[in-house]
């Protein structure tokens, strides 16, 4: 499938110029700063090593952020975000070595890790949304839209973020090199454009390296689906990739969730995802499974249950179990995951 839409932006780069060269207008901007602290605890078994890590939880991570917007004029608003990731021990760079490191945790990682995540300035009017800077392509979130309740711990890409960095048995594979969600290019320094009429959106994206990203979005509140596909032009070798996610909520509670999404690379890789949840109060319950083909030797799949407790405002607390398997490769074996950890956003 080709995704080769570099021309239409033309338009999108010609209009976010002239917005950006529009007359300065008088008007303070207003700031923000906000964020999270994420950690969790969790005992892992590969088959080879066992041990209990305390780690950052990658899923969602440690985080701060500053936030600003302002009134421009002629029913327009400027803004900015800046937003930093700093987390001590990512769980997504537990290894075998840190299972078997002296103490709890060891040396997981070697410490901290700090990361841009966003970093864009944008401008909002009944044209759209234009933004330039570090910030989301057009395709990120294709295959994460979920209603559940458990994404602080259990959605899509959950299985690298918790034990990207782990082996499975002696392999020589591990869970990131055998697993993706195929969710679109992630961030990237890009030009962004979003707009939206009535329940649907869409947006697109042109990123360094010819990156060209698109995506469109249905939101009905207790439904919701997502579509993306992407170019990662300055890959050398014409990768491109496509997503979808949808999910559904009912009245009572229960809803389902489901994703897909592959690379038009060597082997064709792709993932298939399912979810099942249920929301009663202030607790989400969940079970998923997974399935990751063609992307390293062997298939690799996941299930997981997860609990969500919504404490108080701000403040969540969570348990979950995940077992990751590889097929038909030699030394291979299931890894086992009990995590329990708790996220408190400011």
Same mark, same amino acid.
């Given at each position: ?6 021309k ?6 010609m209009?976010?110029?002239?917005i950006l060269?529009?007359?300065?207008a008088?008007?303070a901007?207003?700031f923000q700063?906000?964020?999270q602290?994420?950690?969790?605890i969790?005992n892992?078994d590969n088959?080879?090593?066992d041990?209990?890590?305390?780690? !950052?939880n =990658?899923v969602?991570g440690?985080?701060v952020?500053?936030?600003?917007a #302002? @009134?421009?004029?002629?029913? *327009?608003?400027? $803004? ?8 001590s021990?990512p769980?997504?760079d537990?290894?075998?070595?840190s299972?078997d ?19 864009y300035i944008w401008?909002?009017?009944e044209?759209g949304k234009?933004?330039i800077g570090q910030?989301s392509g057009a ?6 839209v !979920?209603? =559940? ?5 259990q959605?899509?890409g959950?299985? #690298? @973020?918790?034990?990207?960095? *782990?082996e499975y $048995?002696?392999?020589?594979i591990?869970?990131?090199g ?5 969710d679109g290019l ?5 030009l ?7 329940k649907?959106?869409f947006a697109a994206?042109i990123?360094?390296?010819d990156k060209?990203e698109?995506?469109?979005?249905y939101?009905?509140?207790?439904f919701?689906?997502k579509a ?5 032009a300055?890959?050398g070798d014409?990768v491109q ?8 909520i009912?009245?009572g509670?229960?809803?389902l969730?489901?994703?897909?999404g592959t690379?038009d690379?060597d082997g064709?890789?792709?993932n298939l ?7 009663a ?8 499974w997974?399935?990751t083909k ?6 690799a799949?996941s299930?997981s249950?997860a609990?969500?407790?919504?404490l108080m405002d701000g403040?969540?607390v969570?348990?979950s179990?995940?077992?990751?398997s590889?097929?038909d490769?030699a ?5 086992t ?10």
């Amino acid at each position: 499938m080709s995704v080769r839409v570099k021309k239409t932006f033309f338009p999108i780069v010609m209009g976010a110029s002239a917005i950006l060269m529009l007359p300065a207008a008088a008007g303070a901007v207003e700031f923000q700063i906000s964020g999270q602290v994420n950690r969790l605890i969790m005992n892992v078994d590969n088959g080879e090593e066992d041990g209990f890590v305390h780690a !950052d939880n =990658s899923v969602s991570g440690t985080r701060v952020r500053i936030a600003g917007a #302002g @009134d421009y004029g002629d029913d *327009m608003t400027v $803004g900015m975000l800046y937003e930093t990731q700093l987390q001590s021990n990512p769980s997504s760079d537990i290894t075998v070595d840190s299972l078997d490191s002296d103490g709890i945790g060891g040396d997981v990682g070697d410490g901290d890790e700090f990361s841009n995540r966003f970093a864009y300035i944008w401008i909002k009017g009944e044209f759209g949304k234009v933004a330039i800077g570090q910030n989301s392509g057009a395709a990120d979130g294709s295959a994460e839209v !979920d209603l =559940s309740g458990t994404t602080v711990i259990q959605y899509v890409g959950s299985n #690298g @973020d918790l034990l990207g960095s *782990m082996e499975y $048995g002696t392999s020589g594979i591990t869970v990131g090199g055998a697993r993706s969600s195929f969710d679109g290019l992630s961030r990237n320094d890009n030009l962004r454009y979003d707009g939206a009429v009535d329940k649907i959106s869409f947006a697109a994206s042109i990123g360094n390296g010819d990156k060209v990203e698109a995506a469109i979005g249905y939101n009905a509140d207790t439904f919701l689906i997502k579509a993306g596909i992407w170019d990662k032009a300055d890959s050398g070798d014409d990768v491109q990739g496509q997503a979808v996610s949808a999910s559904w909520i009912a009245g009572g509670g229960f809803s389902l969730t489901g994703a897909y999404g592959t690379e038009d690379s060597d082997g064709d890789p792709e993932n298939l995802y399912f979810k099942v949840g249920y929301r009663a109060g202030d607790h989400a319950f969940g079970v998923d499974w997974s399935e990751t083909k063609d992307k390293a030797a062997g298939d690799a799949d996941s299930v997981s249950v997860a609990w969500v407790g919504n404490l108080m405002d701000g403040l969540q607390v969570y348990a979950s179990y995940r077992i990751e398997s590889l097929d038909d490769v030699a030394g291979e074996d299931d890894i086992t995951a009990l995590v329990g950890g708790a996220r408190l956003k400011f």
